[in-house]
């Protein structure tokens, strides 16, 4: 069995240059940036300079923070003659592990040439941007652009008969694969859909997506959420892909339904370097409880006790999609219910924010200690939408105030922790070291880096099976909380089920003893080592020899 293995390892098919395109590429919008960011060591392991990553240079009045324009590359005198062409790119490493190779491109001249493009589009593959809205052609724009970038680097890099993989990620570069689809034939496509947008928007409109999977159409769905361009062009980027993928079996039987293809699955996996160990993480942790704690005495003029359990939950603001409404009202049940241990919740996740509030800053910069509380002590930074914040409406709904003798207090941190927020001012891994339980209870979660994240840092997580990363977790059998992962099941019809469970397990693990949640953390951390790319990568090894076996076949045909 074992020489079967390495017999179809060796007859697999590896490219010779790989070049992936994405909007987040050296530009930090979401979980996408995370996916490109973490693989790309591994990557550049097994593909050295062959890899190659396009984003959108975007960056016109400052320079990206994660691009470096002055390091070696091997696309420099390609880039002198592409631009000498009329192209608009610039070339360096992107600043992440393994600091692979980048192209941004400045897509705006096509702006110019967009109806013949969007009529070349219809004509190529019946791609419908007559109902095109929002960022549809700022993301069109990219990703024709990008396909013109990698046609030119094909032609002028690649030696004849190179294993060539384009490599496009999410609806907003499907144009750029459509682009080398009908003029380059011998470069093979791949697409990945991280979440389908009919999908995504179904969801995000309060309709039940899983229990009607089987009864939706995507094309009449698109028409009904007036999203028909954008699901047009993603669905024949997915249909035309020499390999299609999706990052979960979950998001997999979506795309089956709503895109008409069945994708193979290429789960996302973590890059576990940059997570402190020993007494490293050990100090980060004491300073990052310190800075909690401090924060919950300036607001509430209470100083939590040693013991208090600090439970966090973050990402996009998404109230329904990432179940923000279920950990609002677990920790409001809470309050109702008998346990020994003080709790903390902090909820991280970025509003339509301002800047610190100014009565908070003054009392976390001073050295005083505090027995007042302040006004509305439920919130850290001002919000522009006071009135409309969901997160804060959803707080003062359910009659949270954090007086000191509040048994379960909420916190809302509502801006992006990046170091650089006004009062913290410590990025979001740091103060994701010093929880003691996460809970991301996920309603629509394509894979979900969040509780993967929490893992690697040693903090047992909750989630539910409708995430991707708790299918997977269901898939290897660790789906209780004292195995690392606790994973609640959840559907269309079991909100309060969800809620109550979830209420359960915060007590259970307030009861449990130092030993005990020690071993746990351990779990949680062994967990997240079974998911790092050096395991995941041949998931996407077994895409580009898919891909590039349609390549060999197409060229025999000739």
């Known amino acids: 069995m074992h020489r079967k293995i390495e017999k179809m390892k060796e007859k697999q098919l590896i490219p010779d240059f790989l070049f992936e395109v994405s909007w987040e590429v050296c530009n930090k919008v979401g979980g996408i940036y995370a996916v490109l960011s973490t693989k790309a060591a591994t990557l550049k ?290 309050r109702n219910r008998d346990f020994g241990r003080e709790i903390v919740a902090f909820i991280m996740i970025p509003g339509w924010v301002q800047e610190a509030r100014a009565d908070v800053r003054e009392r976390y910069n001073s050295n005083a200690s505090f027995a007042s509380s302040l006004s509305d002590a439920v919130f850290t930074h001002a919000v522009h939408n006071y009135f409309d914040d969901v997160i804060l409406r959803r707080i003062h709904e359910l009659g949270f105030h954090n007086y000191p003798d509040d048994r379960v207090k909420v916190v809302y941190i509502p801006c992006y922790l990046n170091g650089n927020d006004g009062l913290l001012n410590r990025d979001y891994y740091t103060m994701l070291s010093g929880l003691d339980l996460t809970i991301y209870p996920s309603y629509y979660e394509p894979w979900g880096y969040t509780p993967m994240e929490s893992c690697a840092f040693g903090v047992p997580t909750i989630t539910t099976s409708l995430s991707g990363f708790g299918m997977w977790c269901k898939g290897i059998g660790k789906t209780r909380l004292q195995d690392g992962v606790g994973v609640v099941p959840r559907t269309d019809s079991n909100y309060e089920e969800v809620v109550n469970r979830i209420s359960d397990m915060i007590i259970n693990f307030t009861e449990m003893g130092p030993g005990d949640v020690k071993v746990i953390r351990q779990d949680a951390r062994k967990i997240a080592a079974r998911a790092d790319w050096k395991h995941f990568i041949k998931y996407y090894n077994l895409g580009y020899n898919q891909a590039l076996m349609k390549v060999q076949s197409r060229q025999n045909l000739e």
């Not at 190529?124 to 652009?145: I, K, N, Q, R, T």
């Not at 995507?218 to 999706?246: I, Y």
Request: hydrophobic content about 40%; some cysteine; glycine content about 8%.
């Open 45 to 334: 392991t097994q593909l050295g300079d062959g890899l190659v990553f396009v984003g959108p240079d975007i960056w016109f009045n400052e320079e990206s923070p994660f691009f470096d324009p002055q390091a070696s590359t091997t696309l420099s005198d390609w880039a002198k003659s592409a631009n000498a062409d009329g192209m608009k790119v610039r070339v360096g490493r992107w600043k992440v592990p393994g600091d692979p190779q980048v192209v941004l491109v400045d897509f705006r001249p096509f702006f110019a040439q967009k109806n013949s493009i969007y009529g070349l589009m219809w004509e190529w593959a019946g791609v419908d941007s007559m109902h095109a809205y929002g960022d549809y052609d700022e993301a069109s724009m990219f990703a024709y652009a990008s396909a013109r970038v990698i046609e030119s680097m094909y032609k002028h890099l690649c030696p004849q008969r190179s294993k060539v993989v384009a490599h496009f990620n999410e609806w907003t570069t499907g144009m750029g694969l459509l682009y080398l689809h009908h003029n380059l034939p011998s470069i093979a496509t791949m697409f990945t859909t991280h979440a389908t947008c009919v999908g995504r928007s179904i969801c995000g409109n309060g309709k039940p997506l899983y229990d009607y999977l089987p009864g939706y159409f995507g094309d009449q769905m698109a028409e009904e959420l007036n999203m028909a361009s954008k699901h047009s062009v993603e669905k024949r980027a997915a249909q035309l892909a020499d390999c299609f993928t999706t990052v979960s079996d979950i998001t997999a039987a979506e795309c089956n339904q709503l895109l008409e293809r069945m994708p193979l699955v290429t789960p996302n996996g973590f890059e576990s370097g940059f997570v402190p160990s020993g007494i490293a993480f050990n100090r980060v942790r004491k300073e990052s409880r310190a800075a909690f704690n401090r924060v919950v005495e300036c607001l509430t003029g209470h100083k939590p006790s040693d013991e208090a359990l600090f439970i966090g939950t973050a990402g996009r603001c998404e109230f329904k999609n990432k179940g923000i409404d279920v950990f609002l009202d677990a920790l409001s049940r809470l």
